[in-house]
């Protein structure tokens, strides 16, 4: 077994052209990876390339040590699950419908790993609820429990503490944090949440699809990377062993009243 | 073909007229409405999932006109070639099918942004091609003002159709309905999000494709013997998830199938009895009644 979930090495990926250009990176296991990038960085891209739904013009893509392209569409509940930010909302689907939806390697989630999922979240109360009627905290919890009924070794999960309040946000970082200790699984998110960042084991930056930087959250957290990273001025301040950011962006506030 | 009405006991009389009118006008009809009925709620229920749209559905996306269209061409080289009524029984559903396959690849090319998009192509596909249905059914009826099909077919009606007619929408269908059915998780998945079900082992693009056709295979088969029948498609799985309050597939397709042969059964009665004496085409009830429930439920979704 490989140390690494995760391979990309001089990958060119993208839909009708290449995105990202010429990427090597590692995300090992287990471990909670953030992706940090600006807009249009190739984050979501980088996500969809593991679930193949992204193209790969060259170069290679590894999962589990294994060449991705070597991998059929129908193979991959074996090895990845995938959540979204958000599902097509005009539906009437219960939790558990949404939970049971997620494949167990060749066959379907049953209710019995479905409920215990959800029981581990905590949230299985809601089993019955109208997915649709949750609250946006709880929808990202019941897309996490959906993803950790599957039994895959990767989550990948893009922006789960978007649009989020602090309290939900720290919640779902905290229960992240829990399943990759408890499962041994690795959990991939994208987004823009550098609290999620610091609490992550790896970190990778990318910027127009190019690698800016990899390592551990203080390799990454840290003036230098963030400055580049998304062109502003950002100051991190260590302060009684705690992290602190202080983003000066572009703004003269001297002049504020 | 007037109304007729049968006293329930002579329904076996051995006097031919009663026995002809039940058995070989008025069942053929009716197991006509359980099938057409039954193909389009189901190809409503699957477009509006894959396409999570909550308007697709054969008639708005195109491919009934397109349908329709195809039809009509199969109808007019069936009697330029002078060919008899059982080639026309297997020749109007292939080129049927093609039309409904041209229309709606037609309609997804150009409705890609959004689902309102693809309502407005399909809604201007379908206006283009009823045109060109206009002018080929125009020129149909001055070579041959006799031929019944032509007006059948136009109308959206079940009148005249017959037994073999109805084996033919059978043997398509059934096998179709039992395919479509199976792949309820499949479906459900691509409901849900492409990505989802691409990481959930389920290729968005090529089984949307393989599903679009089997709908598309549904409606020819319908059109090409009962012409366009409005709203069934749309309404009926509306309908249905309301009733159950739940989008899932694996209940919203096979009950769809119940509801929609049941609104095609009503449908059929209402037609023969709004007007004694006058059969009206199926597809106006369907549309007259069908409409207000659409508008009822597009309300009652908003003050939820």
Known sequence: ?257 | MGEVIVPLGMVFDPAQTYRVIILDIRLPEVIACIIVGANLAVSGAVMQSVFRNPLAEPYITGTASGALLGALIGLFINVVLRLGSLSSMIILPILSFVGAMFSIAVVVMFGRGGWLSLVLAGIAVSIMLSSAVMILDTYLLTILPTLPAVVYLLFGTVSGVNWSEDLVMLCVSLPVIAYLLSSSREINLIMMSDEVAQASGVNPGQTRNVLITLTGLLTAVSVSFTGIIGFVGLVTPHITRLLISSSDNSKVMPLSIISGSTIMLYANIISKVLVPGVVMPITAITSLFGVPILLILLRGGRNE
């Open chain 1, 1 to 257: 077994m490989s140390n690494y979930i995760v391979r990309f090495v001089n990958a060119r990926i993208g839909y009708d052209e290449p995105i990202i250009k010429d990427l090597t990176l590692s995300i090992p296991r287990p471990s909670l990876t953030t992706i940090l990038g600006p807009n249009g960085s190739g984050k979501t891209t980088l996500l969809r390339a593991v679930i193949k739904y992204a193209k790969i013009f060259g170069g290679y893509v590894y999962i589990d040590g294994k060449n991705l392209n070597e991998v059929p569409v129908s193979n991959l509940p074996k090895y990845v699950s995938y959540s979204p930010t958000e599902i097509y909302s005009q539906l009437s689907l219960t939790v558990l419908d949404v939970v049971m939806s997620a494949r167990n390697g060749g066959g379907w989630v049953s209710e019995d790993e479905a409920m215990r999922a959800l029981k581990y979240l905590g949230i299985d109360e809601l089993a019955y609820r109208n997915f649709d009627e949750l609250s946006t905290g709880q929808k990202r919890l019941v897309l996490i429990a959906r993803a950790l009924a599957s039994k895959a070794p990767l989550l990948l999960l893009d922006e789960p503490t978007s649009n989020l309040d602090l309290g939900n946000k720290y919640r779902v970082i905290s229960i992240l944090r829990r399943i990759v200790k408890d499962r041994e699984v690795t959990v991939v998110t994208a987004g823009h949440d550098i609290d999620l960042a610091m609490h992550s084991d790896w970190v990778i930056a990318i910027k127009n699809g190019e690698l800016l930087a990899m390592g551990t959250p203080s390799d990454i957290i840290n003036d230098k990377v963030l400055s580049e990273l998304y062109d502003i001025k950002i100051e991190v301040f260590d302060v009684g062993g705690r992290r602190f950011i202080y983003i000066h962006g572009n703004i003269d506030f001297t002049n504020d009243e």
